[in-house]
């Protein structure tokens, strides 16, 4: 993993990384951009909007942390203008850098899990978060869009158990032909 | 949306300005209208504590707006119909007891004095005069009730903003909070978020058990002091459910004015005694079978910041501070006591 500081071009992620914080293009509305989030698929125009009402607008400025590596994760952001980038601490090691479209945190939506890396914008950057309260409160308001929601959560945390997976199986290859 | 947006948008200071304003603002209404800001807390209580009944609308498919208006006319009509029914009632054997035959109540007194000095004497201290010492008591007590009237005057018409307020806050309740959180600087967002959600999840559950526990003791309460044919075992029984909710004084208050009651109305000590085993009796029913059916999680609060809490909640807000104390001494704890142990867990970066 490359090391490289904040204002740097977006470049593309690794395999594993595009995995996991999913890029997508950039779109003019909330409601366009709750489109093409893989947590918000297959919801109607009126799922989206009851998501859309519940979100938290954040504006952070260039080097201003989004959370840090260890804090406890209260839930995911999406990223509406700008570009972030996900590093791990204490060497401060560029994970990758998240352009328009992207979004991260979505474990801690879950769970109150410690966040695995920090988030910093590197631009003036505006966020879309969707916090565990808001998502909790919607799962007892309107069970079956939480079902939903529920639903695509647990998908993308299998497809990055078999993401892992994968990468552990490459590893223990590259390990055994290095010996 | 459009008005949350252009709040993230204003620069950093001036969100910061619109945050200290708010805190100092709230601050100023708390010392110079203390009346409204103990109605806007009891408001926000009864809101927040009918919060899952509109979300239980909700998930019937209602709109917000709809389902707290559904639970406001609900409430409305609920509270006029106890008015209704028990107000003449209550109102009634108040007007008793006001009544009340003076010459009975002296008799009680006075066999009362008889037994205590009978009591002091072999103790060799001086003899008390129950009576004259009562009513040099009431004598200098009596003008400030009566100073206090035209606050009660003003404070009754405040009780005419007391719908809307727990109107609004229902219905707006849940944007209020975002609006809130969205005046906290980015360092502290998170970490806001989380304290709110960890807040509601304990008191959430204390709070409205708090009220179910209350209402059961009053019935229980009413019931007991009908079975003994205790006079104005209306307003005595409501008195003992309400004072229920403050821990460790408010059950033994709801006993000793019941037996007062009995005493001065004429009943004999053996009555007294019934009263406070039923009392006892529904204090251990409380404990055992309501508390535990209804409070999934206690707060703990040592007794004498109870006290200090209900003395300072009355001598600063009257009758209404008295009511909220407790709540919001419990509401304080857990804030104070969540936001230490929660801040411990993250690392603020200055500015």
Redo the contacts between chains.
Sequence with gaps: MQNRHFGSEVTPMSGFWSNIFLSNPKKDSTLDLLKTIPVFEDLNSRELQAV???L?????SPG?????Q???G??MYMLGEGEVEIRSEPDHVVLTTLGVGSFFGEVSLLN?VPRSATAAASTECVLWGF???EL??LI????KLGVKILLHLAQIAGKRLVAVDVELRDMRIRDSEVR | MMSLESTSRAPRWGIRIVGVGTVALILALAVLLPGLVALLILGALIAYLLDPAVQHLERRGFNRTAAASMVFAGLSLLVISVLIVLVPAVVAQFDELLTLDVSRATATFESMNVTINSWIGKLGLEEVDLLDSLLTYLGERIPSIIAVLPDALSFIGSLALFPFIIFFLLKDGRMLKKTTLLLVPNNYFEFSLGLLFKMDLQLGNYLRGQLIEAFVVGVLSIAALWILDVPYFLPVGIFAGAANVVPYLGPSTGAITAVIVILVSGGSPATAVLIVVLFILIQLLDNGIVQPLVISRKIKMHPLLILVSVVAGGQLFGFLGLLVAVPVIAILKVFIVESIGYSRRYRFQPG
């Design positions: 859309e009402r519940i938290y607008r954040r504006t952070f201003e942390i989004i959370f840090r260890g804090d406890p209260v839930g109150e916090f565990r309260p909790m409160d007892e308001r309107r069970p």
